[in-house]
């Protein structure tokens, strides 16, 4: 067990402070906000989707997204000519990063895709422009990248950079998909009990309520971690997904490393969630994307898989539900799968 590790809400002096200084992205124009923040040294609140749990808003430097613009543009060879399309509205931290990283290079962006040679999406959306766009550059995120969903876009002439990281720790490793995953410039990654911690010049401060709930939690020397599983081996982060369990007829059953075994056999998403039981509390389902998925995972799962780590209930769900911010939106899927 780890000692003093510490909520990172800010404290009521320095709360006081920030609510005075922060500067919210939530009007029309969030870029020409960040940069004009940016300008005049003051920090911005950043409120997220609280799709992992309750919504909170975030406080960072701009400095905290500006200083990794340098290193990201000359790795992806970002030029002043290309033009970013994002698809997503911009109250999700991802899509506003990649509006700001483009201005930063000079670039434009648009939400519209016509005439973009760069795309920022989550692997689903990817997935759906394989078979309508011809093939471009693209920062993936949002989402772990199936390496075989990254060899079908190369495969069809698509250039697929992947990153993962969180809205409270920025950009934390790099690589072609979610196998490929080394960390980003300046980064330093500790995983303690198969959970992911950060260091970097890249965090957020914390957050506005300093009694609320949040998912950020930081170490004495500096290091912090949002509840994310993984595991660094050989240089290469392993992302199991934002820690979660269900209990199943008095059984604990962690889902984000038996989703991501359960993934590594299929090409499509698998998502595992639980489902109300009468007699169990909850019972263990798993909905895939592809009918040919539900067959190849399920008959996995039975040779591999036993008691309550075993999904009960299997669903083909073609089109996840999703959030505005374009993650799978797990209390509608339950709903869908319950019917």
Same mark, same amino acid.
């Given at each position: 067990?780890?000692?003093?590790?510490?909520?990172?809400?800010?404290?009521?002096?320095?709360?006081?402070?920030?609510?005075?200084?922060?500067?919210?992205?939530?009007?029309?124009?969030?870029?020409?906000?960040?940069?004009?923040?940016?300008?005049?040294?003051?920090?911005?609140?950043?409120?997220?989707?609280?799709?992992?749990?309750?919504?909170?808003?975030?406080?960072?430097?701009?400095?905290?997204?500006?200083?990794?613009?340098?290193?990201?543009?000359?790795?992806?060879?970002?030029?002043?000519?290309?033009?970013?399309?994002?698809?997503?509205?911009?109250?999700?931290?991802?899509?506003?990063?990649?509006?700001?990283?483009?201005?930063?290079?000079?670039?434009?962006?648009?939400?519209?895709?016509?005439?973009?040679?760069?795309?920022?999406?989550?692997?689903?959306?990817?997935?759906?422009?394989?078979?309508?766009?011809?093939?471009?550059?693209?920062?993936?995120?949002?989402?772990?990248?199936?390496?075989?969903?990254?060899?079908?876009?190369?495969?069809?002439?698509?250039?697929?950079?992947?990153?993962?990281?969180?809205?409270?720790?920025?950009?934390?490793?790099?690589?072609?998909? *979610? %196998?490929? =995953?080394?960390?980003?410039?300046?980064?330093?990654? /500790?995983? +303690?009990?198969? #959970?992911? $911690?950060? !260091?970097?010049?890249?965090?957020?401060?914390?957050?506005?309520?300093?009694?609320?709930?949040?998912?950020?939690?930081?170490?004495?020397?500096?290091?912090?971690?949002?509840?994310?599983?993984?595991?660094?081996?050989?240089?290469?982060?392993?992302?199991?997904?934002?820690?979660?369990?269900?209990?199943?007829?008095?059984?604990?059953?962690?889902?984000?490393?038996?989703?991501?075994?359960?993934?590594?056999?299929?090409?499509?998403?698998?998502?595992?969630?639980?489902?109300?039981?009468?007699?169990? *509390? %909850?019972? =263990?389902?798993?909905?895939?994307?592809?009918?040919? /998925?539900? +067959?190849?995972? #399920?008959? $996995?799962? !039975?040779?591999?898989?036993?008691?309550?780590?075993?999904?009960?209930?299997?669903?083909?769900?073609?089109?996840?539900?999703?959030?505005?911010?374009?993650?799978?939106?797990?209390?509608?899927?339950?709903?869908?799968?319950?019917?």
């Amino acid at each position: 067990m780890l000692n003093n590790v510490q909520p990172c809400g800010i404290g009521f002096r320095d709360e006081v402070n920030q609510v005075r200084t922060a500067r919210p992205l939530d009007g029309p124009e969030p870029t020409a906000a960040f940069w004009r923040a940016h300008r005049e040294g003051a920090p911005i609140a950043l409120r997220t989707s609280g799709t992992t749990g309750g919504a909170r808003t975030i406080v960072r430097s701009t400095s905290s997204w500006t200083g990794s613009f340098g290193p990201l543009i000359e790795h992806l060879g970002l030029h002043a000519d290309d033009r970013m399309w994002v698809p997503g509205p911009l109250d999700s931290t991802m899509n506003l990063f990649s509006a700001c990283l483009s201005e930063a290079a000079g670039a434009a962006w648009s939400p519209r895709p016509e005439e973009a040679s760069w795309a920022t999406l989550t692997p689903s959306a990817l997935a759906r422009a394989l078979g309508t766009r011809p093939p471009m550059k693209v920062l993936v995120a949002g989402d772990g990248l199936p390496p075989a969903l990254w060899e079908r876009a190369t495969g069809l002439g698509w250039s697929v950079v992947h990153y993962y990281g969180a809205a409270e720790l920025s950009l934390v490793a790099l690589g072609r998909h *979610g %196998q490929d =995953l080394r960390p980003f410039e300046s980064v330093e990654i /500790d995983t +303690v009990d198969d #959970r992911i $911690w950060v !260091r970097s010049p890249w965090l957020a401060d914390g957050y506005l309520d300093a009694d609320g709930p949040g998912a950020l939690r930081r170490r004495e020397d500096g290091f912090a971690t949002v509840g994310d599983r993984g595991r660094l081996d050989a240089g290469l982060l392993r992302v199991w997904g934002r820690a979660g369990a269900i209990t199943t007829a008095g059984a604990t059953v962690e889902l984000a490393p038996l989703q991501a075994a359960l993934a590594a056999h299929a090409r499509g998403e698998v998502v595992l969630l639980g489902l109300p039981h009468p007699e169990l *509390g %909850q019972v =263990l389902a798993a909905a895939t994307t592809s009918r040919d /998925d539900l +067959v190849t995972v #399920r008959g $996995w799962a !039975r040779r591999n898989l036993s008691g309550p780590r075993r999904p009960r209930v299997w669903r083909v769900v073609p089109r996840l539900p999703r959030t505005a911010a374009g993650k799978v939106d797990l209390h509608r899927l339950a709903e869908e799968l319950a019917r």
